[in-house]
């Protein structure tokens, strides 16, 4: 990642993805790059090629609405792609430089948010329905034992992005896992909008860099799609096949924190399939989450 010029690297990365035929240009000769041309942005967004190059190589970092709506255009953004191009543009949020200053005071930067105490009652109160919290970065702070039986990745202290790109038993029993990383990586990005040189951002990318060719080649793709409801589709080591429907519901009050929420349909076998899974699951009830040194063991992991 360049923290000094993300509109640049924004720009390559989603005009590399456009082919010309798509933008009414007819492919003549040899073309050293995939995608548009610099040119044939500039001209199709109706901009000068030398202006263009300013914006690239963040020799300007102050385009007018106008000019990057005409960009958005040309590279078919849809509208979180949009908001994230016109957000790059923008002051940077004062919790990025808050973030950079901290960072020499070692591991208290990068201190877990607490969970809101009403969430954990929240989610101890739901046998039927897995929960957990996570962070904008997906790092778990908390979740109830049915989450935990799902999936030992919904646990405190586990990036779950993570888990699913690097660990085998999780790319084993998801059944969409390439629909979900895709989704997990874009949905990465629109969480962190312009802030990318977050320590912990800096610090997740860097591992999934070295550690995933998937995971490299989706964020080089600069994706932006925020997470939605979708159904989560599970082969189970104890249950056999499972299809849930998932719902995000962002924790007001909070740097971004967002409680994810399972649920079957009523009366159907996925349903029944989720009972018999929390009747094996030995709990003592009470939801887990990282608090004390938890906390440390948990940066020093990841």
């Not at 709506?69 to 590279?75: G, H, K, M, R, S």
């Not at 599970?234 to 299809?243: C, F, S």
């Not at 740097?255 to 649920?263: A, C, E, N, R």
């Amino acid at each position: 990642m360049d923290a000094t010029n993300a509109l640049g690297e924004f720009l390559r990365a989603r005009r590399a993805l456009i082919r010309p035929e798509d933008a009414g240009i007819r492919r003549g000769g040899l073309r050293r790059v995939p995608g548009l041309r610099r040119e044939e942005v500039a001209m199709l967004a109706g901009i000068s090629a030398d202006y263009y190059l300013r914006l690239e190589q963040g020799r300007d970092r102050n385009p007018s609405l106008q000019v990057l709506e005409a960009l958005a255009d040309v590279l078919n953004l849809d509208a979180p792609a949009t908001a994230h191009l016109i957000g790059l543009t923008q002051a940077r949020p004062s919790r990025a430089r808050q973030s950079r200053r901290s960072t020499d005071r070692g591991r208290a930067a990068r201190k877990p948010e607490p969970v809101p105490p009403g969430i954990l009652q929240l989610i101890d109160g739901w046998p039927s329905n897995p929960a957990y919290v996570e962070n904008r970065f997906t790092d778990v702070l908390a979740a109830n034992a049915l989450a935990t039986a799902l999936s030992p990745n919904h646990s405190p202290g586990v990036n779950l992005l993570r888990a699913i790109l690097l660990d085998e038993s999780e790319r084993e029993m998801r059944r969409d896992w390439e629909e979900l990383t895709e989704a997990g990586v874009a949905a990465l990005r629109a969480n962190v909008g312009p802030d990318v040189d977050d320590p912990r951002l800096v610090e997740l990318v860097g591992e999934l860099s070295v550690r995933s060719e998937r995971f490299r080649r989706l964020w080089g793709r600069h994706d932006v799609q925020p997470k939605h409801a979708r159904v989560m589709r599970l082969r189970h080591p104890k249950v056999g096949d499972l299809e849930l429907q998932s719902n995000k519901l962002a924790i007001n009050g909070t740097d971004g924190l967002i409680l994810k929420v399972f649920h079957a349909e009523p009366g159907s076998r996925d349903a029944e399939l989720l009972a018999i899974l929390g009747s094996l699951t030995a709990t003592s009830g009470e939801s887990r989450k990282l608090t004390g040194s938890d906390e440390h063991q948990a940066v020093d992991e990841q």
